[in-house]
């Protein structure tokens, strides 16, 4: 496989970007590059990089056509690593994932629990043959669930992370391959959206007695969040919504170096949690919890849009 054909083909199955490649390759061409250089297309903790051959000084002896080509490999490593796979338009940041964040957020709520109710709930089965391929599965084919928390990460809010369904009659899966798989455990994660609205809808015959107070506590006892403004604080914890210590907090010695006041820095986690590129977006869980009553929006719109036009030209390119 020659060179060019070798670092199109990396791209595979990679949407917008793999078109910058071939596009590359085109202004390649236009300035007489037409056979292997040497290039090679690579990843380095998670961004894409191009590699050249230790010989490439001596491979082409012309500084200035090889200066042309160091400039369009620069050119388009940017690019690619600032291109949504999906729609073409420009991320702020570059992954593992490279999607903006309205094609990310659309690819990640395929994984979204819905349908939930009395009955039971459905979600994303990527072994189905159907076009949605969601698969609904009633709360009577469990036998008990189970509440994990990580208490021992720093970030933990005492929320649970997963929630563990047991079978009451195992699941015997065959693969292509006829390897026999048996399931007994059937686990949704807090990643995915509606997993709140999941945890309020568990039967209560499913859960032993601490788990059913628990359950209880997360449902009636939350208290408001002054970042984001939802009740959404689970035992004074981080929130579950922005992530954020939103209750009661008092100004340290270290904040007192930057905020004259605690309405200062609430100030700056509303405006960085109302901000359009805020990381908290994900997964989205606004739409799962009660507004606050109470929440007091300490900045303005003049404010705001000028933050987002600040992140805007901070991540131009």
């Known amino acids: 496989m020659k060179e060019k054909e070798r670092n199109i083909d990396w791209f595979q199955n990679k949407g917008k970007r793999k078109d910058l490649i071939i596009q590359f390759y085109v202004e390649l061409e236009n300035i007489g590059i037409k056979d292997d250089i040497g290039l090679k297309s690579y990843s380095n903790e998670d961004d894409f990089v191009f590699r050249f051959d230790e010989n490439i000084e001596t491979t082409i002896n012309d500084k200035k056509l090889l200066n042309k080509i160091y400039a369009l490999t620069s050119k388009y490593e940017k690019l690619i690593n600032k291109t949504c796979e999906d729609c073409g338009n420009k991320i702020k940041y570059g992954g593992s994932d490279y999607f903006c964040q309205e094609c990310y957020c659309k690819r990640s709520r395929r994984y979204n629990y819905d349908s939930i109710g009395d009955l039971g709930f459905s979600y994303y089965d990527s072994d189905l043959v159907s076009s949605n391929s969601r698969a609904f599965v009633r709360w009577n084919e469990f036998s008990k669930a189970n509440f994990n928390i990580d208490k021992e990460s720093i970030f933990s809010s005492g929320f649970p992370i997963e ?53 209880y506590a997360l449902i009636h006892h939350l208290d408001d969040c002054n970042i984001c403004g939802y009740k959404s604080i689970y035992n004074k914890n981080l929130c579950l919504v922005c992530h954020k210590s939103g209750f009661d907090r008092v100004l340290t010695e270290r904040m007192k170096k930057y905020y004259n006041t605690i309405e200062d820095w609430y100030k700056k986690m509303q405006l960085e949690y109302h901000s359009e590129n805020s990381e908290f977006k994900y997964p989205k869980w606004e739409n799962e919890f009660e507004k606050s009553k109470n929440y007091v929006k300490l900045f303005n719109e003049k404010q705001l849009e000028e933050l987002k036009m600040a992140e805007s030209e901070k991540y131009d390119f």
Request: net charge negative; proline share 4%; charged share 30%.
């Open 163 to 215: 929630i563990d369904f047991k079978y009451k009659f195992p699941l015997i899966n065959r693969d292509f391959e006829d390897y026999i798989d048996i399931q007994e455990i059937f686990s949704v994660s807090n990643w995915h959206e509606n997993f709140y609205t999941l945890l309020k809808h568990i039967p209560d015959n499913l859960l032993d007695t601490n788990d059913q107070n628990f359950k």
